[in-house]
């Protein structure tokens, strides 16, 4: 996986990658480099708070004379150790259980949730895909065409109905197909509209009154290519309670992947998975360790 990972981390690497090679070949004095350092990390959208975070730990970790070897070893331990604050795994049992992906329009939800029913059906689950975004038409046929492509039944109501009756008829058909797992596609028609919120809490009730536990997961899916404009989004739905993680997609078309720093360190979110490609098998888990060889080496 990590060859495939640096293969489709090009853009957001390279250009990060070559200006560290180049800051530590100078032989500069280890303050100059970790100054520059700083630089190179702001440049990559990580957020001026976390890269001087970043920077303060390695002055901690490193000697005055440090090496470049050494600043750069101690740079990727800190990366990791950001990367690795929250857990990543998912949290589903085998039993029924419910996953929701939120975010605003246009940030990949339908195709991010296409490619976990993908992966989901291919470790033997039986899948239900839910349409409850019900005020675009073009999310409910974007979603009964992934539903075909990949032969997954799909619940969708008519244009403007209540997102959560959409939800509650889903739950039903749930037990009577046999389904272990349904996967709901939720509006995102503006992120700072209390109205999409209220809507979201009350598809989430719906879901923990007919299943004990769930949703298991609520997975906000961030567009990475917008870098730090993804954190303003974040915050506005950190408003809806009850996320457990953060689906990034895009990350293979944007020199922007120091975002990916900023959003678990300021929104104390893991990432658990990355988007890269169209296609129903362009997914990753997030893997720190992995990324942070990506992003450096």
């Known amino acids: 996986m990590l060859g495939n990972l640096r293969e489709k981390l090009a853009k957001t690497g390279l250009a990060f990658q070559a200006r560290v090679e180049e800051i530590f ?19 990559a959208d990580s957020g001026v708070a976390t890269a001087e975070r970043i920077i303060q730990e390695l002055r901690k970790r490193t000697k005055k004379d440090a090496s470049p070897a050494e600043i750069k070893a101690a740079l990727k331990e800190e990366l990791v150790r950001i990367l690795s604050r929250y857990p990543s795994l998912l949290s589903i049992p085998d039993s029924a259980a419910v996953l929701m992906m939120v975010g605003v329009n246009g940030g990949g939800k339908t195709t ?6 993908n992966d989901f059906r291919n470790r033997g689950r039986k899948v239900l895909l839910v349409a409850a975004d019900t005020f675009r038409a073009a999310a409910q046929e974007q979603l009964r065409i992934w539903g075909k492509r990949l032969d997954l039944p799909v619940i969708q109501g008519q244009y403007g109905a209540d997102p959560a009756a959409v939800v509650y008829d889903a739950l039903q058909s749930l037990r009577a197909r ?7 596609d939720t509006a995102g028609r503006v992120h700072t509209n209390t109205n999409l919120m209220n809507e979201l809490e009350k598809v989430k009730r719906i879901i923990a009154r007919e299943i ?5 997961e609520i997975l906000l899916v961030l567009d990475s290519t917008i870098g730090q404009n993804a954190l303003i989004q974040a915050r506005e739905f950190l408003k809806f309670t009850g996320i457990t993680g953060i689906f990034l997609t895009k990350l293979d078309g944007t020199a922007k992947g120091g975002s990916v720093l900023s959003i678990v360190d300021e929104l104390k979110l893991p990432v658990k998975f990355i988007g890269v490609g169209e296609d129903a098998a362009d997914l990753l888990p997030f893997s720190p360790q992995e990324f942070a060889d990506a992003l450096l080496s």
């Open 212 to 216: 004990e536990g769930a949703p298991q």
């Open 25 to 43: 070949r100078s032989g500069r004095p280890r303050e100059a480099a970790l100054e520059e350092l700083a630089e190179a990390l702001i440049l």
């Open 112 to 117: 991010s949730l296409a490619k976990l029913a």
């Open 178 to 184: 046999g389904c272990d797992l349904m996967l709901v």
